[in-house]
Every structure is written in structure tokens, then in C-alpha cells.
């Protein structure tokens, strides 16, 4: 399997294109996970439902599960932060690629997304694990680099450019265990 980071500011890009290169993997016959960082209290569950009302009552994990897909809830007892290592390691596997949204200070090769409309700064200087840059400005980039710039508006190419790439992104879990 292999993995990459998409890394950035709120608001440069990151979950449309990560949203755009998923239909692009795909096209060419790849599977695709996607693990995503929350900075906030998040919920996929609702009032009332059964799975809901089996976390409330103080269950550790709730499986849900159907023939088209399955939701595991897991309430840490104290705040945890897994690493997205840890994550990874959760995926069902079969896939070719994960997608890791957010992680931006992970230990993972990673594409930084980068408008200059956005008014934040670049982490490619100072991110030795960034391998590219994702932005629909490279003429304001503020730093010269070696590393590749792509279109962030071209999904298909940056598809492409990761396929054409893949032995770079290879995924091994004992590296990191």
C-alpha cells in the first residue's frame, strides 16, 4: 500500500482535492482509504439512534454494520491523540492508496497545499517530508524549491504524478511500529 499526506492551513484546499483525487485514483483502478484529521469534537452518530444510545450508556466501541458498510465509534476513556500511524494500522487492507488528511507535523511524505489567497505561510522550507506542493499560485510561492510543483486545480495530473511516483510513497507498518 502506499500513503501520502496532504498537508495545509484551514482553507487552501485540502479536502477538495483530496475529495478530486479519489475519482481519479479510481479511474485507473486503484482502491483508495482516507484518514483524516479532527481538531474538533466530531460526531457520526445522532440522537436516538441505537448506536447513540450504546455510547451513552458507556460502551468502549460500537460496530455498526450492514452489507454495504461498516462504522466503528470508539470512546477513549481519557483524551488520546493516535498517531496517524495508529490509524493506518486500523484500515482494512486491500487498498493501494491512503489519502491522510491533516497530520501536517507527521512523519509522513506528504504534498503541502498552498494558496497565497489563503494568506498563510509555506511548510515546505522548514519539512523535510514535504515531497510536493499542491497551489493555484506558484508564481507567489515565497521560496524557491526543488521539489515538484503541481497544479492544485489539475486533480487528474497530480493523480498521475502520484501513480507515476508510487514506489516513493511504498508503506511499510513495521517502520513505524
Known amino acids: 500500500m502506499n500513503v501520502v499526506g496532504f498537508a495545509g ?3 487552501s484546499g485540502k479536502t477538495t482535492l483530496v475529495e ?3 475519482p481519479q485514483l ?3 483502478g486503484l482502491r483508495v482509504s482516507v484518514v483524516k484529521h479532527a481538531h474538533h469534537s466530531f460526531d457520526i452518530d445522532h440522537a436516538g439512534k441505537d448506536t447513540r444510545r450504546h455510547r451513552e450508556a458507556g460502551a468502549f466501541e460500537v460496530v455498526v454494520a450492514s452489507d454495504r458498510r ?3 465509534v470508539r470512546e477513549f476513556e481519557q483524551p488520546s491523540q493516535p498517531t496517524v500511524h495508529h490509524l493506518i494500522a486500523e484500515l482494512y487492507g486491500g487498498v493501494d492508496w491512503v489519502l491522510v488528511e491533516g497530520f501536517k507535523a507527521s512523519d509522513l511524505l506528504k504534498v503541502e497545499v498552498w494558496r497565497a489567497s489563503a494568506g498563510q505561510p509555506v511548510r ?3 519539512d523535510d517530508f514535504v515531497v510536493a506542493i499542491a497551489t493555484d499560485s506558484p508564481h507567489l510561492m ?3 524549491t526543488l521539489r515538484p510543483v503541481l497544479d492544485l486545480n489539475d486533480p487528474d495530473a497530480l493523480a498521475q504524478w502520484l501513480v507515476d511516483n508510487q514506489d516513493r ?3 511499510r507498518q513495521d517502520q513505524y511500529a
Do not use: C, N, Q, V
Request: hydrophobic share 45%; glycine share 4%.
Open 70 to 72: 461498516l462504522a466503528l
Open 142 to 144: 515565497p521560496h524557491a
Open 124 to 126: 515546505y522550507p522548514d
Open 9 to 11: 492551513y484551514s482553507g
Open 20 to 22: 478530486a483525487l479519489i
Open 26 to 28: 479510481k479511474r485507473r
Open 169 to 171: 510513497f511504498a508503506y
